[in-house]
C-alpha cells in the first residue's frame, strides 16, 4: 500500500497501527515502531508514526503533494512590537523598505511540489565530530582526580571542552561514571553524504526539510504568524535578553543570576505538528541533500550582530533562505553545522 497523507490522515488511529507495524517489519534491522503520537502547533495537528533506532527517534512523514514557501501577498501585518522592532533596524542601518518587503525577499516563494514518504530523524545532531578513545592520554589528563576541569566540575555529571590549535577536544562524565569523549573533524558535503549512504540514510532535500518544519502551516513561523520581539530566540525570557546585553557591556565580567533564567515562551523549541525539534536555533543550521545550502537559520549572524529582535527570529521561518546565509563554502567545521537523517520509504 502506497503511504500517502490522504490515505494517512483518513485511517482512523487502530488501523494507522496496523500500517505503522506492517512498515516495521519491512524496515532495515534496528528499527521498531514505537509508537502513534498526536502534535499540534498552530493551525497544524498530525497523529505521527514514531520509530526508534537505538536511542534516536524518527517520525514517518506520508507522501504528499504540497505547496511550500510564503505567500508574499497573504493580509501579513507586524504588530506594534514587530514593526518597532524592524523600523529600529531599519533606522539603524538605513533600509528603506517595509516588513513586508524584507520578508517576501527573504523567504522562498510558494510552489507546489510532491514528496516521498519518508522517516526523518526527530533531533538533528551536530557534525563535525569523532569518537575519541577515554583512554586516550589527552581524556585521562581532563578525567584524572586532581585535573582542575574534573575539580571545577564538582557535579557528579559534568562535560568540559578542550581548545587546541585549530580544534576541539569534548570530555563528559556520566552519573555512572561513564567517560565519554569525541574531537573536532573538519569533513565535506560529499563524505557526509556517503556516510550516510553506507547505513542506509541521507540528508533531506531542501524541500522535505522545508515541509518538515512547517508541518503544513501556511504562517509564517510554524506556530503562526507572529513573535516576541523582547529577545532572541536563544534568550529564554526578556529578563536574560537584558542580562546578555550588560554582559556584552561589561566585556564579558558580568557574572551570570545565581539562579536559571525562566522561561516565558518557547514554542520554537517545543515539537512541532511532526513532532520535530527543529529550527529552534540561529546559529545551528542543518544540512540538506543539496550540497552548500543550509537551512534553519542563518549561522547567528543577525544575533551576533544585533541586527534587531524580529530579524532574529525571521531567520527560523519555515520558508526562509537567504542566498547570503543559506549558501555556504566547504569544508563544514564542528558546531557550526547540524543534520538529521532521512530513510526513503519505497
Given at each position: 500500500m502506497e503511504l500517502t497523507l490522504e490515505r494517512w490522515q483518513s485511517a482512523p488511529a487502530r488501523e494507522k497501527v496496523v500500517?505503522?507495524?506492517?512498515?516495521?517489519?519491512?524496515?532495515?534491522?534496528?528499527?521498531?515502531?514505537?509508537?502513534?503520537?498526536?502534535?499540534?502547533?498552530?493551525?497544524?495537528?498530525?497523529?505521527v508514526a514514531v520509530f526508534r533506532q537505538s536511542a534516536a527517534q524518527f517520525a514517518c512523514l506520508p507522501g504528499a503533494e504540497v505547496v511550500l514557501g510564503f505567500d508574499a501577498d497573504r493580509p501579513w501585518q507586524p504588530n506594534p512590537d514587530e514593526q518597532e522592532s524592524w523600523q529600529g533596524t531599519a533606522d539603524e542601518y538605513e533600509i528603506d523598505k517595509s516588513i513586508q518587503q524584507l520578508i517576501a525577499e527573504a523567504t522562498l516563494r510558494p510552489r507546489t511540489v510532491r514528496l516521498p514518504p519518508i522517516l526523518i530523524e526527530c533531533t538533528a545532531r551536530e557534525l563535525g565530530w569523532e569518537p575519541l578513545d577515554p583512554n586516550d592520554p589527552e581524556v585521562q589528563e581532563v578525567v584524572r582526580p586532581e585535573s582542575a576541569h574534573a575539580e571545577s566540575a564538582r557535579a557528579k555529571a559534568w562535560q568540559t571542552t578542550i581548545h587546541h590549535g585549530g580544534g576541539q577536544t569534548r570530555v563528559g562524565k556520566g552519573h555512572d561514571g561513564?567517560?565519554?569523549?569525541?574531537?573536532?573533524?573538519?569533513?565535506?558535503?560529499?563524505?557526509?553524504?556517503?556516510?550516510?549512504?553506507?547505513?542506509?540514510?541521507?540528508?533531506?532535500?531542501?524541500?522535505?526539510?522545508?515541509?518538515?518544519?512547517?508541518?503544513?502551516?501556511?504562517?509564517?513561523?510554524?506556530?503562526?504568524?507572529?513573535?516576541?520581539?523582547?529577545?532572541?530566540?536563544?534568550?529564554?525570557?526578556?529578563?536574560?535578553?537584558?542580562?546578555?546585553?550588560?554582559?556584552?557591556?561589561?566585556?564579558?565580567?558580568?557574572?551570570?543570576?545565581?539562579?536559571?533564567?525562566?522561561?516565558?515562551?518557547?514554542?520554537?523549541?517545543?515539537?512541532?505538528?511532526?513532532?520535530?525539534?527543529?529550527?529552534?536555533?540561529?546559529?545551528?543550521?542543518?544540512?540538506?541533500?543539496?550540497?552548500?545550502?543550509?537551512?534553519?537559520?542563518?549561522?547567528?549572524?543577525?544575533?551576533?550582530?544585533?541586527?534587531?529582535?524580529?530579524?532574529?527570529?525571521?531567520?527560523?521561518?519555515?520558508?526562509?533562505?537567504?542566498?547570503?546565509?543559506?549558501?555556504?563554502?566547504?569544508?563544514?567545521?564542528?558546531?557550526?553545522?547540524?543534520?538529521?537523517?532521512?530513510?526513503?520509504?519505497?
Open positions: 500500517i505503522a507495524k506492517r512498515l516495521a517489519s519491512n524496515l532495515p534491522a534496528g528499527f521498531a515502531f514505537d509508537s502513534l503520537q498526536s502534535f499540534q502547533m498552530g493551525e497544524c495537528q498530525n497523529e561513564t567517560v565519554t569523549a569525541e574531537r573536532s573533524t573538519t569533513t565535506d558535503h560529499a563524505v557526509l553524504t556517503r556516510t550516510l549512504a553506507a547505513s542506509g540514510f541521507r540528508f533531506p532535500t531542501s524541500d522535505e526539510w522545508e515541509y518538515s518544519c512547517g508541518a503544513g502551516a501556511q504562517t509564517l513561523f510554524r506556530w503562526g504568524d507572529h513573535v516576541p520581539c523582547d529577545r532572541y530566540p536563544t534568550d529564554t525570557s526578556p529578563a536574560e535578553a537584558k542580562w546578555r546585553w550588560q554582559w556584552v557591556v561589561s566585556l564579558g565580567k558580568l557574572a551570570p543570576p545565581p539562579k536559571p533564567f525562566q522561561p516565558d515562551w518557547d514554542l520554537h523549541r517545543q515539537p512541532n505538528a511532526w513532532g520535530l525539534k527543529i529550527a529552534s536555533n540561529p546559529y545551528e543550521c542543518e544540512l540538506v541533500a543539496e550540497a552548500g545550502v543550509t537551512r534553519g537559520g542563518d549561522g547567528g549572524s543577525m544575533v551576533c550582530g544585533g541586527a534587531g529582535f524580529f530579524l532574529g527570529w525571521l531567520t527560523l521561518a519555515s520558508a526562509y533562505f537567504e542566498d547570503n546565509y543559506c549558501r555556504h563554502n566547504e569544508p563544514i567545521m564542528p558546531g557550526c553545522a547540524f543534520g538529521r537523517r532521512v530513510l526513503e520509504l519505497t
